[in-house]
């Protein structure tokens, strides 16, 4: 049963970069789509960005400006960062899985909130 | 972007009752690109029906979803207490995944 982690700083100030870490365990983290979603507090899901095998990337357009997933496949880790961050960042960020045959996110993180405030 | 409305918003039933929830989309979207979610509170999401009408490992034979183009519909047959959750709808189109904004279940 593969297993996601967050992890990361809780608080991060206005204008600076947001940087959040999963690690994947109980697999390998070859073969899948690594996602971002987040979710600010009362209101709906948001796509962010999938990293796959040896680094290719897809990002939402209202977000490709600022964001930047990387993956780590020696420590079956990838991460999230997002530049130039504002209150309306505010959310709770989870990673997911899109197995490479699927199209739909399969396992998720617990999530993480982050806030953004000085 | 293809856009995902569901509705209704919010929905208030009884325990035993059955329910349809409405996912519409801007444009066509593959069956197979069409998944469904639900959510409780402080939890991630969970995934309950991929391929527009496959039930996920573990999901209730209670779940179903059907659909085509760009009407789709989750049917939980009988609620149970632990039904009442949010639901969202998600599709894969153009590289890009889009979820719809959710439709809540209340207990009456």
């Known amino acids: 049963q593969v297993q996601l982690q967050e992890s990361g700083p809780g608080l991060v100030k206005p204008s600076e970069t947001l940087s959040l870490t999963c690690t994947v365990s109980?697999?390998?983290?070859?073969?899948?789509?690594w996602n971002w979603i987040r979710q600010p507090p009362g209101k709906g899901l948001e796509w962010i960005g999938y990293v796959y095998n040896s680094g290719n990337t897809k990002y939402n357009p209202s977000l490709k400006s600022r964001v930047t997933i990387s993956l780590d496949i020696s420590k079956n880790q990838f991460s999230l960062n997002l530049s130039s961050v504002t209150a309306a960042d505010t959310a709770v960020y989870y990673c997911?899985?899109?197995w490479g045959g699927g199209f739909n996110f399969d396992h998720w993180g617990q999530g993480i909130l982050v806030t953004v405030s000085s | 972007e293809i856009v995902l409305t569901q509705s209704p918003g919010t929905l208030s039933l009884s325990p035993g009752e059955r329910v349809t929830l409405s996912c519409r989309a801007s444009q066509s979207v593959s069956s197979s690109y069409l998944a469904w979610y639900q959510q409780k509170p402080g939890q991630a999401p969970r995934l309950l029906i991929y391929g527009a009408s496959s039930r996920a490992t573990g999901i209730s034979d209670r779940f179903s979803g059907s659909g085509s183009g760009t009407d789709f519909t989750l049917t939980i047959s009988r609620l149970e207490p632990e039904d009442f959750a949010v639901y969202y709808c998600?599709?894969?189109?153009?590289?890009?995944?889009?979820f719809g904004q959710g439709t809540k279940l209340e207990i009456k």
């Open positions: 997911a899985r899109v």
């Open positions: 109980s697999g390998s983290i070859g073969g899948s789509f």
């Open positions: 998600q599709q894969y189109g153009n590289s890009l995944y889009t």
